[in-house]
């Protein structure tokens, strides 16, 4: 590599330090991948010969992230630096984690146990790839392969079998033949892995900008069945393999799959509990569904766009121009031209009502200022002092 990226410069103290105490030490695994595919560069790890005990005899400030595998964070100048001691693993009973680890001095049995030959590359402080397993040949044939025999690394972690789709999807990638006959054979192994974990790596996958081909590879594999409530809906996941969406954030994900699933509030709440989904996640979802059913039906109101928020007010639009012939983005610049967007925004307050002797504290009280916030949304009422006071008497004499 003939200019080394500025992520690795600035760690390159480190390797020298383990270097200069008659160790070999090595940047491995994702940071060199996308460095030399032209990709943002994540967190950049290092793998050593140097045993546990002897890195965190080389450094001040250590923590012991993952000791019993070898792994040492190293914190320099505000930056934390993962350094792991090379190592050989056995005994999958979980068929994720390694019922032994075994620390060794020699950078090929480490690099044996990686899942994928473009992840199986060590790069030394000058640039000077090691590659002893046809990983940068994959990478320029844009080939996923595992690493040795696929079937005893996806004995050894199944969630392996996720992240060959993912790659797949993320640098629009085949999969090696044989490397996807060990997915179509082991598949149900996924069900043994915890659901964040395939969460995680199919909303990566979904993201990617060949998500149809990755979401295509999870059902001829086999692996869509073994992932939460996705295996009665082979129809559905079939059209939207067919269909053109490019997605950009998690809530997206799920608000399509939602879409095509034809999920109620409820089905939705549901269905992303069992992807142990974040809340957060689950809200913008009914809302951005809500959405997505209301403009293709065309039947979307101010109040629509208002409740929902203008970030899933996006979501639905990005969803439904990619899906569909039709042009949606105005309806972005509808959220934008709404009277308000907060209902902090409005021109009174429950304490000024109070005040002026309108009401007194009481639901109803409550009641009015919502009243009030929906009529100003839907254009029914002038956003103005005495607009809203107005309304508020009528509100109130109807109540009663």
Not at 60 to 68: F, Y
Not at 203 to 229: C, F, H, R, S
Not at 284 to 295: A, P
């Amino acid at each position: 590599m003939d200019k080394i990226p500025t992520e690795f410069q600035e760690a390159l103290p480190i390797l020298r330090k383990i270097e200069a105490a008659g160790y070999e030490a090595y940047f491995v695994g994702g940071s060199v991948r996308d460095t030399l595919l032209h990709r943002p560069i994540h967190d950049v790890d290092i793998a050593t010969s140097a045993y546990p005990s002897e890195v965190k005899s080389l450094f001040k400030r250590t923590v012991d992230t993952g000791i019993e595998h070898g792994t040492v964070m190293i914190l320099d100048h505000g930056n934390g630096y993962e350094v792991t001691t090379f190592r050989t693993e056995s005994g999958y009973q979980d068929y994720r984690r390694p019922d032994e680890v075994n620390f060794v001095r020699s950078l090929k049995e480490d690099l044996k146990r990686r899942d994928f030959t473009i992840n199986a590359l060590a790069m030394s402080e000058s640039g000077q790839i090691t590659d002893l397993f046809g990983g940068l040949a994959d990478m320029d044939a844009k080939i996923i392969r595992a690493v040795g025999d696929p079937n005893e690394r996806f004995n050894e972690d199944a969630l392996r079998m996720m992240r060959a789709i993912r790659f797949a999807s993320q640098l629009d990638f085949k999969i090696e033949a044989k490397t996807l006959a060990g997915i179509k054979c082991h598949s149900q192994l996924l069900a043994k892995i915890a659901v964040e974990r395939t969460h995680s790596e199919f909303v990566k996958m979904m993201m990617g900008v060949d998500a149809q081909n990755g979401l295509n590879l999870a059902i001829e594999t086999n692996l869509y069945k073994y992932m939460p409530e996705l295996g009665n809906w082979l129809a559905q996941l079939q059209t939207i393999v067919n269909s053109h969406f490019r997605l950009t954030n998690e809530p997206q994900v799920w608000s399509l799959l939602a879409f095509y699933f034809n999920f109620s509030a409820e089905a939705i709440r549901t269905f992303l509990k069992k992807w142990k989904t974040a809340n957060k996640v689950i809200n913008d979802v009914i809302l951005t569904t809500e959405l997505l059913f209301r403009m293709s039906s065309n039947e979307l109101s101010n109040w629509d766009l208002y409740r929902a928020g203008r970030e899933n007010v996006e979501n639905a639009v990005t969803i439904l121009n990619a899906i569909s012939t039709s042009d949606f983005s105005g309806y972005v610049a509808d959220y934008d031209h709404l009277p308000i967007t907060d209902k902090k925004q409005l021109k009174i307050t429950g304490g000024q009502l109070i005040k002026d002797g309108i009401l007194q504290p009481s639901p109803q009280l409550g009641e009015t200022l919502s009243y009030l916030e929906k009529a100003v949304v839907d254009a029914k009422v002038a956003n103005t002092q005495p607009a809203l006071i107005s309304a508020t008497k009528s509100f109130i004499n109807e109540d009663d």
